[in-house]
């Protein structure tokens, strides 16, 4: 069976990350972002994450994980204290209980993996080994890092803008999928993940010529 691919929007949601060491930390610079309501529950918080609670951006339970703190309804939940095993049994625990839950240790018994990311503004590229080999990703995800040029954020901004203005102009389906691949391509032959300069007009000059 294959683990499915996904991205969640999390604004406002609430996540219970339960341990507060170097892997919590690391999932924690994952999350922040997103926007989402986070409470941490460990007797011992790394001076980042300490750093977060003081700011007011994360809650923090000062306590060891218990079950009864399985209790609220939570849209996600890590496993990442210091005892491999309790990781593995909260796990499971979260997996009777319906919910979505990563373990830092035992793939097997997640319900989902965290997968090594590159971003270039919207774009994300996620990288995964299904729990095999995180070293791996890590690699895999340094390599494209170093070859994703630089401007595919601004390039989805701009197709992102434009896509009301094809929908009106081009009303056949078929002809506007066409006219998107043609442009895509384009884009690519063109290098256009690198110029920023009058990227609009570019794009309305293509849309205007109708050779699609
Ligand atoms: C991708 C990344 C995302 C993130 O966490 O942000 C991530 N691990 C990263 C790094 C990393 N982790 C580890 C090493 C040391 C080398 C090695 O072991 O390979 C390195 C590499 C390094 O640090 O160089 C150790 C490790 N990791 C897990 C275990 C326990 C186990 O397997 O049972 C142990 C052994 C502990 C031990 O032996 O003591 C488990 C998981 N780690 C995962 C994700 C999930 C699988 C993802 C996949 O299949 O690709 C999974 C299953 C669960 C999860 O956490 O979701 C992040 C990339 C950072 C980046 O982006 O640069
Ligand atoms: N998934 C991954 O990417 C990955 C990578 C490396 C290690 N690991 C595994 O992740 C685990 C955590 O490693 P770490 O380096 O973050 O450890 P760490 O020692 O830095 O941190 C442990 C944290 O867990 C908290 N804690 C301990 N007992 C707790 C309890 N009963 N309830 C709640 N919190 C508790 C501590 O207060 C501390 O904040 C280890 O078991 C390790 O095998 C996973």
Known sequence: MAHYMAELILTGRPVLVI???????????????SGACITVVAPHLSDEIAQLVTTG??????????????????????????????????ALLCAEKGYFCNSADGPEVSG???PAVVRRGDVTVAVSTGG??????????ERIEAWLEPGWGE????????????LARIPHAATRYRFWRHIALAAQQEQRFNQQTDSRAWFENKLDRHDY
């Not at 994980?65 to 849209?75: A, I």
């Not at 496993?79 to 095993?85: I, L, N, Q, R, S």
């Not at 989805?156 to 094809?166: C, D, H, I, K, P």
């Open 155 to 166: 390039l989805a901004q701009l197709f992102g803008a434009m896509r009301q203005t094809v």
């Open 57 to 90: 951006q994360l809650e923090h339970w000062a306590e060891p994980f218990t079950p009864t703190q399985l209790e609220p309804h939570w849209s996600l939940i890590f496993a990442a204290t210091g005892d491999g095993a309790l990781n593995r049994q909260i």
């Open 19 to 33: 341990g507060g060491g170097q892997v919590a930390q690391r999932k924690l610079r994952g999350l922040m972002p």
């Open 112 to 114: 989902f993996i965290v």
């Open 132 to 141: 095999l080999s995180p070293s791996l990703s890590r690699l895999l995800k």
